[in-house]
């Protein structure tokens, strides 16, 4: 065994690495299956019309000329094309990786397989490698493993939606061997959707895609059929047992029959013999970490397999079954309690019975393992005689899920206890020798000291024959070896017998002192025997027995029985603790072949299976803070609805209505409520599930933020919803409801903290920031090419999971887009006017107020400084849009039209010098106007969107800053001093370049930069939004444009403004000003300079024109 596995054996290492390398691919394979982009399934019309000439299937292959030509010939496609592979680049070719490592993984294993024949192994053939125990069982597991990968693909990824992923990864790509990862994983057919029939002659024709040797099957399968390749007999002793212990080999042999289907179909004799060796009590088979099978229906399209099964499931074979376990249910749990009872299992009666008690934890197991896998609806939908062998087995073993419920939690309670004292005589077994060794040597020692005459004893006559007994017994005791345990066990019984018969013979009872030394040292003797007889057998046995690795995923049907179980006992999380680290025992399958080689991939395999118990566990024991969290929804009910403020002087004779005995009554026991829940997650104490160390305490807080941030997230959801024909009064009621819910929050957060042991405020504060930043990081992807996925998100975390809520169909992705756009609805330019002097937005029609700064004020109120500071973010990126659509409209369009630069060149020749009047003003302007008049409407949208949205960043920021200096006086004072400071520095630096600037690896600006904008030490009209490339003639198009609108505003003295003369043709002068003002600023300051010149050429030309006339 040790030979084949040697670190100089190159036959036995190279396969040990390919087995390692299989289950680490299967490992890879689970993980992606849940970062499958949603795009690729292609399930709503909208991702059908914006990807589907981009997403395809292997019919791209066929046509794969036509579609690259449809793109190339299509602006609109190719952006999109490249936007597509920007964002999925990364994924796409982690998929096609692992997709790769199943077909190089088959390469490697037939290349060794080539190699055996050729002799490259000295002394080593396939024959020779079946002969050796871990060589037949590193063989079996090679090929089971590759049939694995084949089933884990179909199962996990849609043979479409793999097709699309494996085409849009192998695009343009110079792998040479794509088209073999191809031809393996293209589509079979099979689908688990409900309804689904199963292909024709699958999986045998997916399995032979890649050609295996039939004598390489065939030989595998008889070792299977015909030896125990990893001696579990051994460990189920009972003959009825004996299908359990071969459980492991049974499903590789459901696998590896697929490559030789021919035995499946025609071979009586062999399937006759595998099913009453394999499956003579059982047909759900666990394929690989709780995946389940159902033979009846797997077999169903193969004669042999399915007559052979038919024994099996025989009404009288079934029932016997189903009554046998059914009873054992009961009776087991009851004899598991006796032992669970306090003080019941101590050192000594384990010690003495570690037979009875190995019997009986291996009763509660195959009991378990039965009746959890044959109660599954495995198969029910679509074969009938698997929905009736399941109502079999429910009926005649009247089962009940609260009975199994108990005998799982009460078996993995005494596996636990029985572990840790096992765990525990190992450690210091030696030492318990060694004392009982010495205090037998004492006691033998002081009786032959007593027998000599020369230590006084009561009515003891001296006897030579006894003293010299006794010391050479005392010798005897001495000689006995700890290292040479067999031969010391044979010598204490001898002892043992002798010390009987010399008490018996030499009427040594009459004396109750000699009797007690002979009984004392009988005991401590007895005892080194107990202590020899446990071996780390015991414990491997003990995880053999105990294995659990089958309920890997069907354990998730009894979470509900768990949360019932916890809500009505909290201290119930003590023996959950013993369930989950059963199911823990999962793990050692995917990773001992994994660990024996040392490979690099034992880390991420086992941080991942890891990964997914302790979400199982964090799930289980959410039900703690859901119960918290409705406990305190009744104590802030109660606090808020029901108790009176205490006054600050109270009259006597009101001591009694303010007192409110019965309500504080109920608020104390809710209270002791929550604090007894807390204590129940507790009792659990540190656990290590595989290699994640389970804080209890960090597992509540954890699981307090998870409850916090759903209900916080549903609030916001739920309360930022609006009406499209809403009025704006509604926006502030919305505010002010969400803001009471926040509130409520927030006091029972400030109630509960201490009662519970956490950081209340640290804890609202960062789960409120997390969400809001998370949400404005998902609004702010639809404006960027290269979006930031969910699982790339900082703000996301797989522990405490912020939930994502469909959009409601208004262009926006979550409430904090909601908002932004209800906000601009109400302010839009083309139905209110802005005044400055009052900061608020008017009617046009009504002349009513709208939005004023009373709405801002809320919103931080509601919000908080993160969510006004998200949503002024997120009017950033939509000015920067807007800015965007500018550059691409004026470059595109207008500055291709040679006719507009004629003109504009002709304009600008008349104009210069700007210092000089022009001759025929109310002329010249009027006419170049009127000749872009088609394009000035489409100009005006942007710029007066762009000068919307600025002055609600203006109204933002002035709110931020305000809060800033009432809230922090101190950080807004060191804010300013330092951003002048920066400033200063900066002025000086491009004065004198030899004085210090911040280089582009200083972060010094941008995170000072952040904290400007969080405290509204900013000005939005000067910021530059975009970077644009010089335009020619900028000031004088930007003039024009301005000229082309004056004719639609009027000066307004009572409001100290410009506003629209028509309200069929609005144009409010606030935006139109802020929008030019920001497109100016976009670029060099020059620009700028040169509009004024021109604006003022054009006044005093106007004026010079209207003096003359």
């Not at 690989?288 to 099964?309: C, D, F, Q, R, S």
Request: glycine share 4%.
């Amino acid at each position: 065994m040790a030979d084949f596995l040697a670190e100089d054996n190159s036959c036995g290492q190279i396969l040990l690495k390919l087995v390692s390398r299989g289950n680490a691919i299967i490992a890879e394979l689970l993980r992606l299956s849940d970062y499958v982009p949603v795009v690729f399934k292609l399930e709503s019309k909208e991702d059908k019309e914006r990807y589907g000439d981009i997403i395809i299937d292997f019919s791209y292959f066929k046509t794969s000329e036509y579609v690259e030509k449809k793109i190339e010939n299509s602006p609109e496609l190719q952006d999109t094309d490249e936007a597509f592979r920007d964002n999925n680049l990364e994924i796409l070719t982690r998929f096609y990786l692992a997709f790769e490592s199943i077909h190089k993984y088959i390469t490697d294993l037939k290349s060794y397989l080539e190699d055996l024949d050729e002799g490259v192994f000295i002394q080593q053939t396939l024959e020779s490698i079946l002969l050796n125990i871990e060589g037949k069982q590193l063989m079996c597991e090679a090929l089971y493993l590759y049939g694995v990968m084949l089933l884990t693909v179909d199962w996990k990824f849609d043979g479409v939606v793999r097709e699309r992923l494996l085409v849009s990864a192998t695009k343009d790509a110079a792998e040479s061997n794509i088209d073999d990862v191809c031809k393996l994983l293209r589509s079979t057919g099979y689908s688990r959707a409900p309804g689904a029939k199963r292909p024709q002659k699958y999986p045998e024709e997916y399995f032979s895609r890649v050609r295996i040797p039939n004598q390489l099957s065939k030989m595998l399968i008889g070792r299977l059929r015909s030896d125990d390749i990893y001696n579990q007999i051994s460990s189920y002793p009972v003959p009825e047992h004996r299908s359990t212990a071969l459980a492991n080999q049974a499903r590789m042999l459901y696998v590896i029959l697929y490559f030789s289907p021919d035995i499946l179909h025609n071979e009586n004799a062999k399937m006759r013999e595998i099913v009453d060796k394999h499956f003579p009590d059982n047909w759900v088979v666990n394929v690989y970490m709780g995946h389940l099978i159902n033979l009846v229906e797997a077999w169903e399209p193969y004669k042999a397999a399915k007559t052979a099964l038919s024994n099996t499931i025989t009404q009288i074979n079934l029932r016997e079954l189903a009554v046998r376990f059914g009873k054992n249910v009961r009776s087991l749990d009851a004899s598991v309690l006796k032992f669970l009872k306090e003080g019941a299992l101590t050192e000594d009666y384990v010690l003495d019975s570690i037979p009875k008690l190995m019997h009986l934890i291996r009763e509660c197991n195959v009991t378990l393992r039965w009746m959890m896998l044959h109660i599954v609806d495995i198969g029910v939908d679509h074969v009938k005689k698997c929905r009736q062998l399941r109502e079999a087995v429910i009926v005649g073993s009247e089962f009940s899920p609260r009975f199994l419920f108990d005998l799982l939690i009460d078996t993995a309670q005494i596996e636990f206890v029985i572990k840790e004292m096992f765990k525990d005589l190992l450690s210091k077994k030696e030492k318990d020798w060694e004392v009982s060794k010495k205090e037998s040597f004492e006691r033998m020692e002081e009786l032959s000291e007593v027998f000599s005459g020369s230590k006084p004893l009561t009515r003891i006559e001296k006897n030579a024959s006894l003293q010299a007994w006794f010391t050479e017994m005392k010798n005897q005791i001495n000689l006995l070896s700890y290292d040479d345990s067999t031969s010391a066990g044979r010598k204490i019984v001898q002892l043992i017998q002798a010390l009987e018969e010399v008490q018996e013979f030499h009427q040594l009872e009459t004396n109750m002192q000699v009797k007690q030394f002979l009984a004392e040292t009988r005991n401590y003797l007895h005892k080194m025997l107990r202590i020899i007889n446990i071996k780390e057998e015991n414990l491997i046995n003990l995880d053999i027995i105990a294995d659990m690795s089958y309920a890997w995923e069907i354990i998730d049907n009894y979470t509900d029985l768990m949360q019932k179980g916890i809500r009505k006992d909290p201290s119930l999380v003590t023996k959950l603790r013993a369930t989950f680290l059963k199911a823990a025992s999962a793990l050692d399958l995917p990773l001992v072949r994994i660990g024996q080689c040392n490979s690099p991939d034992l880390r991420s395999v086992s941080q991942f299976y890891s990964a997914e118990l302790v979400s199982y566990v964090r799930n289980v024991l959410q039900i703690i803070p859901q119960t918290m969290f409705a406990l305190l929804g009744q104590i802030v009910k109660l606090q808020t609805n029901d108790l009176k403020p205490l006054p600050t002087r109270l009259d006597k004779d009101k001591l009694k209505e303010f007192a409110q005995l019965e309500h504080r009554h109920k608020v104390a026991k809710l209270t002791h409520s929550i604090s007894i829940y807390t204590e129940g997650i507790l009792l659990m104490k540190t656990t290590l599930v595989g290699i994640i160390k389970v804080d209890p305490k960090q597992l509540l807080e954890d699981g307090i933020r998870k409850e916090l941030v759903l209900r916080v997230a549903f609030a916001l959801h739920k309360g930022l919803m609006f009406n499209p024909k809403s009025k704006a009064n509604e926006l502030l009621h919305h505010l002010k409801h969400l803001q009471a819910i926040m509130d409520g929050f927030k006091r029972s957060f400030e109630y509960i903290q201490d009662y519970v042991n956490i950081y209340g405020l640290k804890i609202w504060q960062e789960e409120v920031t997390r969400i809001i930043n998370y949400n404005i990081e998902q609004e702010c992807n639809s404006f960027l090419r290269k979006k930031i996925e969910n699982w790339q998100s900082i703000y996301q975390s797989t522990a405490i999971p912020i939930p994502r809520y469909p959009p409601l169909g208004d262009g926006s992705i979550n409430f904090i887009g909601r908002l932004a756009r209800e906000i601009l609805r109400f302010t839009d330019y083309r139905t209110t006017s802005y005044i400055n002097q009052m900061n608020a937005w008017y009617d046009v029609k009504t002349k009513e107020e709208l939005i004023n700064i009373k709405l801002f004020s809320q919103l931080q109120v509601s919000l908080g400084t993160c969510g006004l500071t998200g949503l002024d973010r997120l009017l950033c990126f939509m000015i920067v849009k807007e800015l965007q659509n500018f550059q691409v409209f004026h470059v595109r369009r207008t500055m291709n039209d040679k006719l507009f630069h004629s003109m504009l060149n002709s304009l600008n020749q008349q104009l210069q010098p700007t210092t000089k009047l022009v001759s025929n003003a109310s002329k010249i302007y009027p006419i170049f106007v009127s000749k872009m008049e088609k394009k000035w409407p489409l100009y005006a949208a942007i710029i007066l969107k762009v000068g919307q949205m600025q002055l609600i960043r203006c109204q933002i920021l002035r709110e931020l800053n305000f809060t800033c200096k009432f809230d922090s006086k101190m950080l807004s004072g060191c804010l300013e001093t330092f951003n002048k400071a920066i400033l200063l520095d900066i002025q000086k630096h491009y004065a004198d370049p030899n004085l210090p600037y911040p280089g582009e690896d200083n972060p010094l600006l941008f995170e000072l930069t952040t904290y400007l904008e969080a405290a509204g030490i900013a000005d939005p009209l000067k910021k530059i939004y975009v970077t644009m490339r010089n335009i020619p003639n900028l000031p004088l198009f930007a003039f024009t444009f301005v000229l082309s609108q004056l004719p639609k505003l009027n000066f307004v003295k009572s409001a100290g403004g410009l506003f629209s003369k028509k309200l069929n043709d609005p144009c409010d002068g606030a935006p139109f000003v802020a929008g030019i003002v920001t497109l100016l600023q976009q670029f060099h300051v020059k620009n700028s300079d040169i509009f004024l010149h021109y604006i003022a050429q054009y006044l005093r030309s106007i004026m010079d024109s209207t003096i003359s006339t």
